[in-house]
């Protein structure tokens, strides 16, 4: 179950990434590098910190497949996706949600500490999309005012507390889900932001 | 004969490097810290999604003093590389295509299967000068029109192909090299082009 | 006391970061991962770098809260810091000289060779502050004029050079410790800055 949302989750990453790629013109090998660091760079950037090998797309190579195709598609018909905005918000919100909740279960799985587990989840959940937008030379969107990292922290956190004290891991999955989807997308109907925290030094720049 | 031709690639690459780090006004620390990052940040990118250490660099520290010392030569005499562009992109060429069959040996050695050998090969050949470009504040060039990625894969593709299913390592490093080669010099000498993908959204920048 | 003087320095680093965060207008995510990467993220390179598991911070979860509690502390306060200005660019000094120590004790301690040992250092030193520049979406300050890495290279020479060739590991690292922080400190006390190399082709960008 988890897989499949899973499957779902890396298509419509890999799917929003192509926009975002042909947002700053690139050509198809492009649109298939961002849609890959996007839907798998969370977790292979999680993997990377836990030295934990072989990387989920190594063993299934398929995923590469899978995100490349998708993002070409994507790019064919970019003019019908702008009017399935809503829609592919949507499914971002789940992968994010899914990504946070794989990303916990793989730090629980080699046993680190609580605190690890979480950040292991909003790693896997909001790496990729920095990433993306580090190459397409923006300040990472989810660093300034969205409620996405903030959804994920979320997400982990109520994974780990029903999952580590409670009971059985499926009901963990189920509230995390459905808390951490319901902040996302409140978030985005209502426009919620975080405050941001704005500063401007006297000094000039400074180091 | 493959390190020989991998030294000579990994100079002319720091070399190129360093122009790119006078292009930005960086000091001598940046300039070497844009060539090691250029010549021997995809094998390295390589090895770290892999798991495969020790990396080359640490196991022969000369390549950080030849890179090194490659990049500060390189600034001495800017105003004769400039001359010497042809040339220089050239030897980009070939290094584009000696990194790529390297990084596929790599991942053929750890037995990773045939998608990724040639994944493998373009992480090698690619991810160094996408990095160059990210941290000198550029997105990057050869996700945007260059034939340069498309050459890498059809080296690694060529080079699968051949030592997997017919002869000998030896023939299929100098088909892949040659096709490779041939691709990227026509590419630059007759200008060719991947076609953007370019995309603007009514809607704003949306996510 | 290298453990105490390090405490103080990824906590004096995350309080730097988070206004460098702040002049981004990011939120309190985005203050909490800038001061992180900012301050434990050179080490963080440096293991990947070397496949040396676990991370500190893995071991360590409090550096994390520890880290984050100062990131936003100082964004509370971050009008009192910009008064601070001098204590802080001290503490970054003291930061640098004693995150390139720890960075050549652990490359040591795995047997590296003793360019690697440096590099590491140096890797430890001021990996942590590029990352946070190119997040900020700026070209990294440490590669274009200040006397950063140089002071960094500097320690972890003089470092190795006493460890490996003459006495106990205690004279090393207060040595090094003392020239590396009296170069930086008298960098920024009389501007010293490394030459640029500047370099404009006539040709265009070229790739």
């Known amino acids: 179950m988890l897989h499949i949302l899973y499957i779902i989750a890396i298509t419509a990453e890999a799917m929003t990434a192509a ?20 839907a798998l760079g969370g977790g292979t950037i999680r993997n990377v910190l836990f030295g934990h090998y072989p990387m989920a797309w190594v063993e299934h190579p398929d995923y590469l497949l899978i995100t490349a195709g998708a993002a070409l598609f994507a790019a064919l018909i ?31 799985e080699i046993h680190l500490p609580l605190i690890i587990v979480v950040f292991s989840g909003m790693i896997t959940g909001c ?43 499926n009901i963990a999955i189920f509230a995390a889900a459905a808390i951490g989807l319901a902040i996302r997308l409140l978030s985005i109907r ?11 030094d006297e000094h000039g720049e400074g180091h």
């Not at 003019?79 to 809503?86: A, G, I, Q």
């Not at 990433?131 to 922290?153: F, G, H, Q, W």
Request: glycine share 8%; charged share 15%.
């Open 78 to 108: 970019a003019s019908v996706m702008s009017r399935l905005r809503k829609l592919f918000l949507y499914l971002d919100a789940l992968g994010l949600v899914v990504f946070t909740i794989i990303g916990c279960q793989i730090a629980q």
């Open 19 to 38: 926009l975002s790629a042909g947002r700053r013109d690139m050509d198809w090998v492009g649109v298939c590098i961002i849609a890959w660091i996007t």
């Open 127 to 169: 790496a990729g999309g920095v990433m993306r937008d580090v190459l397409c030379n923006d300040i990472p969107l989810l660093l300034r005012k969205e409620i996405y990292a903030t959804a994920s922290i979320a997400t982990g956190i109520i994974y780990v507390a029903i999952a580590h004290w409670y009971g059985p891991t």
């Open 190 to 200: 209502y426009g919620w932001h975080m405050p941001k925290f704005v500063y401007r």
